[in-house]
Nanobody, 114 residues
Framework: QVQFVESGGGLVQPGGSLRLSCVAS????????MGWYRQAPGKQRELVAR???????TYADSVKGRLTISRNNAKNAVYLQMDSLKPEDTAVYYC????????WGQGTQVTVSP
């Protein structure tokens, strides 16, 4: 059973940056597309970025140009570089496999506030 452990969140001012990390347990990490999701209070969880097995990336329009997803298969890890953060980026961030969702980790809280 694959498990995800997210880290790197925190409190940051508007315009600031954070780098999130997600480490997956188990094998076969490299054969799956990976994604970062977020869930803001009172809203549904949404997919904001994904990276394919070949490194192709796609982003939600709301984060395009500000968030960058990457992966390191040797470390079973996926990252999310977050720049030019806005208050509306405030949410709990999770990683998972968009093509075959599995159990969710605990997530990491990102709060963007003056």
């Amino acid at each position: 059973q694959v498990q995800f452990v997210e880290s790197g969140g925190g409190l940051v001012q508007p315009g600031g940056s954070l780098r999130l990390s997600c480490v997956a347990s188990g094998s076969s990490f490299s054969v799956y597309t990976m994604g970062w999701y977020r869930q803001a209070p009172g809203k549904q969880r949404e997919l904001v970025a994904r990276v394919s097995t070949t490194g192709t990336t796609t982003y939600a329009d709301s984060v395009k140009g500000r968030l960058t997803i990457s992966r390191n298969n040797a470390k079973n890890a996926v990252y999310l570089q977050m720049d030019s953060l806005k208050p509306e980026d405030t949410a709990v961030y999770y990683c998972n496999r968009p093509t075959i969702l599995v159990g969710w980790g605990q997530g990491t809280q990102v709060t963007v506030s003056p």
